[in-house]
């Protein structure tokens, strides 16, 4: 009975066994095959349709988004709303200080960034660079850089630039201003340029050239060259270059020449200052030839010698001052007969435009077979006449204000003359003396005209006459 019991209560108490679902059967594993797989199936006319209306509209989508881009992101910036002015005086005289303004103003609704300022000076010029320029900047000769970080929409910079200008009257000068920068979007750098022409009204260094205005050929001059700085600055890079006529020969200078005694160098030129050239030299041409000097005042520009002022002197050459012609009479007589007369006639004039003071006329007869006692000058005996040096062989007569007022003073143009009677002796005083029957006449004058350079003024004539039985 137990035992029946306890498999009953273990029948009872037992839990029941769960019902599993039924399970599907495991699909086979996959057979790997070496073969390739099958190219897909070609798109038909319709399918190749669809693929280009579908790149299309790509394009047109990604054009419209570049185009807004454009218009409305980076480039709603334009270049021409940047404005780059540049500013200058029309004209400056030589040396003197010049300034620009250049201004940049940008009406653009996008600021610039990474911009930069480059003013180039004139050629030749004295830049004096802006403190606001780096170093490396400064020390370029004509070149200046400013950065400019930023410039905000409706924002406007100015700079100023000053140089000194140097160079002839009348030259051009140009100053160029350029900006390049980037829109505050984009990368893409734009450059703007302007240019501004200035032209040197006056050149301020004054030559007067100082030259005789007559003179004849074969005589020493001197030409005077004097040079004046009018200006406010000074001039360090001047020379003055000279060209001579034909017939001028430099012997003497108060300066050293360069090569061909043709130049010299001004050096150090300061306002206000004066230098003075003074050059001596003979001159030889035909009369009435007129000589002309030339001047030119040059300033190194590069490798060359630019002309920035010139000036020019001249002289003319003329005859004798004072003339003195001397002729037998009658025309063509060249011999006297013993005991006989002989008629000589001097004539003088002046040559210059100026009248002559204080002239001089000497005649001296020389000879063995003249009789000095019965020598006559325009009717007067020779005791009546001024004379100096009576010898038994010559004498030499004298005529001047005092025994002829005209030549107190001789006005241009006016002259005179006079004749001489030359008696001779009846006979020679011995059979070796000489038949030569000499002549010598001079007139001078002390005066010192202005404008003339000679070394006097003075004039000569000799005749000889014979003696004949």
Known sequence: MPDNLEELQKKLYAPPHPVLPPQEPSPPEPVLSTEPPPLPDEPSASGWRKIKIGLVVFFLLALSAGAFIFYRGFYAFRKDRVE????????????????????????????????????????????????????????????????????????????????????????????????????????????????????????????????????????????????????????????????????????????????????????????????????????????????????????????????????????????????????????????????GVGLIKAKWRNNLDVPLSDVVLKIKVTGEAVDFAKLVANGLPLDSLARENVTAQSATLVWNEGNMPDLANLDPSAGGELVLEIRLKDKLPSASASRTVAVEATIESPAKPEGLAVSKIFSSQNLNLEARD
Do not use: C
């Open 84 to 339: 780059l002015n540049l500013a200058g005086p029309e004209s400056v005289a030589a040396g003197e200080e010049a300034v620009w303004r250049v201004s940049i103003v940008n009406r653009n609704e996008t600021p610039l960034r990474e911009g930069r300022l480059v003013f180039r000076f004139p050629d030749f010029s004295s830049p004096q660079i802006p403190t606001e320029t780096t170093n490396q900047q400064r020390g370029r000769l004509l070149e200046a850089e400013i950065d400019v970080d930023q410039i905000q929409p409706g924002e406007k910079l100015e700079h100023e630039f000053r140089a000194r200008v140097y160079g002839g009257e009348g030259f051009e000068r140009i100053a160029e201003a350029m900006f390049k920068f980037k829109p505050a979007a984009g990368n893409i750098v734009f450059e703007s340029s302007r240019s501004y022409r200035l032209v040197i009204g006056s050149f301020p260094v004054d030559l007067q050239i100082t030259l005789p205005r007559q003179t004849v050929s074969g005589e020493a001059v001197s030409a005077v060259f004097g040079l004046a700085n009018r200006g406010r600055e000074s001039f360090d890079n001047l020379r003055l270059r000279l060209e001579y006529p034909s017939g001028f020969k430099v012997s003497q200078s108060s300066e050293k020449l360069g090569d061909f005694n043709n130049t010299w160098k001004l050096e150090e030129f300061l306002p206000s200052e004066t230098k003075t050239l003074t050059l001596t030299g003979q001159v030889s041409g035909a009369v009435g030839e007129a000589k002309v000097f030339r001047a030119f005042v040059e300033g190194r520009e590069g490798e060359t010698w630019k002309v920035y002022k010139e000036f020019s002197g001249q002289l003319r050459l003329i005859g004798t001052p004072l003339v003195l012609e001397m002729s037998a009479e009658p025309s063509g007589l060249n011999s006297i007969v013993l005991g």
